[in-house]
């Protein structure tokens, strides 16, 4: 079995607005996330990270009274058309969520649980993809001796890397993270940056940070995000090392929080 | 008194207050049990329990105390009630947590908060007027059978309705808890909504939906006055649920406090009152258990 390598996965947004309620928390987002590169969104708490990587699977939608507007383009076509079926695009996006949730059932289950609901049967088939994503996630060497154990009883660490290895064996093109190392021991934080520099290869993958260390360790690309607007954007040298904005620079100084 | 040693002070009369009533409450379920007991030893004494539990034949004045029909009709209607009421309140609540607008939520649950607040008293008349004539001229006809419309049947259907705002609620309660973390999580692998349900909803309140089952079980068994308006109160086993029946709550507050001229009456009535609470207790038990086993798979 081979990652599916996909260079033309590439996402393009235009003039996107997502408004809760009445709030404003995405205004006007025009941006195009680099193909097979890591792009961090970084930014102040509450400035719009986490909903604008909701709006790349449309996990936005779950919320009540809620407003998109806008192009989302993935691969050339708005995800958010009417007739666009939801389940594929979300398919498309492996998503590393702020603390993780294991699914209420085995370590082995966890894993099956994404190819299973797409439609692979085969026994056989299964227990490969089983093996080849945990050790895809540096985690198969930890739990091989009890695959058919509660996912439960692993480690936060450990946990985090089971619903790496279970998004990525579903075959996404996009890895979508949302800080997540946060709630991890720094050991475990590191695996999984080591991890995304690995994937960034076959994969586009974007990262919500909240540390500029980790953004300058891993990211290719850099997007800083303030009350809901993207302030400056471009490459690592360009927005963490020159910042041109002032709203940047006191960000990267740490004047804000 | 320093304002340290007044806050530790109070911590540990708080604590022992607590403990206190705490402990009153299992005495209180002791305290029951024994009396009950105590009350029921005469007729214990005088005859076996095996025929007291298993004979059908209830005949005061003869001395002929057998609990059976009684036992037979609360499992009856208890089980029918929670037949209808379960996956009727599961479906229900699924469709209001996970289905359903906010503007259709808004409208619902305030109607349920009301219907849980009807006495039950009400929840008899109206089977009297609806449900009863529904089974006599439609059901039972339907089967072939002639019924006066009191019956299993009736009862349980009526203890299933009123069954179904606290179960709806104490569902919606639990769904509510699990964490939309692990929803999105689901989701975000591209599952349906009806595959995260399945899959991640309903294992994850697997300890809950026990617990609001159990709950209502034990309402339910407890339940009286409602059914033993729509019930018949006829001493014979049913042969089937269109008879008319009488369980062991019925039995009891038909009859206790009058005929007591009838030496161990009282007695074989608080022993029923003890069999009834036995019964409870029982199925409280199993729920604990069933729930600790859940609890320590993937919970
Ligand atoms: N479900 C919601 N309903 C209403 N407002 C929300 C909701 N989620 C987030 N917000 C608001 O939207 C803004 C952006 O939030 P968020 O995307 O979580 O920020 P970040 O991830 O950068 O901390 C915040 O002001 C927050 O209060
Ligand atoms: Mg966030």
Redesign the interface.
Known sequence: MSLSINNQSNIVVENLNVFYNQRHALKNINITIPSNKLTAIIGPSGCGKTTFLKCF?R?IE?N??INVTGNFLVNGQNIYQPNIEI??I??K???L?Q?P?P???SIYDNIT??PK??GEKNKEKLDHIVEFYLKEANLWEEVKDRLHS?A?NLSIGQQQRL?LA??LA?EPEFILGDEPTSALDPISSKHIEQKFLELKNKYTIVLVTHSLRQAKKIADYVIFMYLGEIIEHGSVEEVLLNPKNQLTKDYVNGEIN | MSFLKYRLRMDKNVHLIMKILTVFSIVTILAILLGLLYKAYPILKTHSLTNLLLSKDWFPQKELFGLFPFISSTFQVTGLAMFIAVPFCLLASIYLSEYASKSITRLVLPLIDILAGIPSVIFGIWGIILIVPFIRDYVAPFFGKVSSGYSILTGGIVLAVMLIPVMVNILLEVFNTVSRGYKEASLALGATKWQCIKHVLLIKSAPGIISAIALSLSRAFGETLAVLMVVGNVTKSPKSILDPAQPLPALIANNYGEMMSVDLYDSALLLASLVLFIIVLFFNIIARVILRRLEKNNH
């Open positions: 699977n996990l779950n009540d009274n389940t594929e979300r398919k996006m492996g998503l969520s603390r949730y699914l209420p059932m649980y994404g609901i797409h509660p439960n619903c279970r998004g579903v």
